[in-house]
């Protein structure tokens, strides 16, 4: 039973350049989050998303990033012309409910993206 | 505003003592859940206990416990028995019933003595 599944796990990427994070939630699961741990600090949200809807952004910056859930395959988050602090560990979590139901997420291993 | 603290960045504890990591946070919403997260040095993000606020009884599980003081607005984790894979971040965290996301401390670094 695959848990959240996230690649790469590391990733380089020169200032300027896209980077591109995949997430596949866990089976079931059709509530995908993301997170941003930055050097030394706690995760700090980012988006929720369902299939094919932008559920809550209001952690995204509001350039340079955009996240995406399709109806087939898995959730992308995608940074455009990279700075050096981009550099950070990206999580990616997934749920089958949220709210009421207080339902626990579940993380994957998060993606390592260094800026250089 | 929604926010959680925990004052300790850093505790260490003798291997098979018992330790308490704080946690305190602040919310206007009368129904929320309070987790711990350990972060070991592989990085993941491993759960390690859940509490619902609207339950009085503290949460259990194993080795690792709660004291939840909804009035104080405080969640301490006590590990009993401290091993050395417990040498890890710890990070507490809440989401409310109406909310999306889950907030987080900016966690506590423990280290198990042999």
């Known amino acids: 039973n695959a848990g959240v599944m996230q690649n790469p796990r590391h990733l380089v990427r020169r200032r300027g350049q896209e980077a591109r994070l995949r997430c596949s939630p866990m089976k079931g699961h059709s509530h995908v989050y993301w997170y941003r741990q930055l050097p030394e600090e706690g995760l700090k949200f980012m988006v929720y998303l369902q299939k094919e809807n932008i559920i809550d952004e209001s952690g995204m910056p509001k350039e340079r990033f955009s996240a995406e859930f399709p109806k087939e395959g898995p959730s992308i988050l995608r940074i455009q012309q990279v700075v050096r602090g981009d550099s950070a560990a990206y999580f990616c979590?997934?749920?089958?409910?949220?709210?009421?139901?207080?339902?626990?997420?579940?993380f994957g291993e998060g993606s390592w993206l260094t800026v250089v | 505003a929604q926010t959680v603290t925990q004052s300790q960045p850093e505790m260490s504890v003798q291997e098979a003592e018992t330790v308490t990591l704080s946690c305190t946070y602040d919310t206007s919403e009368n129904n929320y859940y309070l987790f711990w997260y350990k972060q070991p040095p592989s990085r993941q993000m491993i759960l390690v206990i859940r509490q619902e606020a609207y339950k009085q009884q503290n949460a259990t599980e194993n080795r690792f416990s709660v004291n939840f003081q909804k009035a104080a607005k405080s969640f301490s984790l006590k590990i009993s028995d401290s091993q050395l894979g417990d040498t890890a971040m710890y990070f507490c965290?809440?989401?409310?019933?109406?909310?999306?996301?889950?907030?987080f401390g900016t966690g506590t670094s423990l280290t198990v003595i042999p």
């Open positions: 965290a809440f989401i409310t019933n109406t909310g999306n996301q889950f907030y």
């Open positions: 979590a997934s749920s089958p409910l949220v709210g009421l139901s207080g339902n626990t997420i579940y």
